[in-house]
């Protein structure tokens, strides 16, 4: 599975930008979907996933602004991201993973998703 995401850039705050990830290869094994982002000197973290069949997941930091979901007939992952914080600054990263969203939510929020894209880096100027 190749995933690739598009769409970061530099925007102000309070602006919008709208991430899309494209999944090619042995997609009929995608079933959990995420974004996860990693600002400069952080770990890496689980911010919204979705289920194939399209449950949601959200942390909390993002509830509200950000919202996760997917077009499985073009296999296609999207992330709407209103009302952008300079604290939303960094990489972000498409993954998916052929397990299901609420068996694995633990193993995800750890990062165990099996499939990553390279990432879009989103900047929000103060």
């Known amino acids: 599975v190749q995933l690739v995401e598009s769409g970061g850039g530099l925007v102000q705050a309070g602006g919008s930008l709208r991430l899309s990830c494209a999944a090619s290869g042995s997609i009929f094994s995608i079933n959990a979907m995420g974004w996860y982002r990693q600002a400069p000197g952080q770990d890496k973290e689980l911010i919204a996933a979705i289920s194939r069949s399209g449950s949601t997941y959200y942390d909390d930091f993002v509830k509200g602004r950000f919202t996760i979901s997917r077009d499985n007939a073009k296999n296609m992952l999207y992330f709407q991201m209103n009302s952008l914080k300079s604290e939303d600054t960094a990489m972000y990263y498409c993954?998916?993973?052929?397990?299901?969203?609420?068996?694995?939510?633990?193993?995800?929020?750890?990062?165990?998703?099996?499939?990553w894209g390279k990432g879009t880096l989103v900047t929000v100027s103060p």
């Open positions: 993954a998916a993973d052929p397990g299901a969203l609420e068996e694995k939510f633990r193993d995800y929020v750890a990062g165990g998703m099996n499939y």
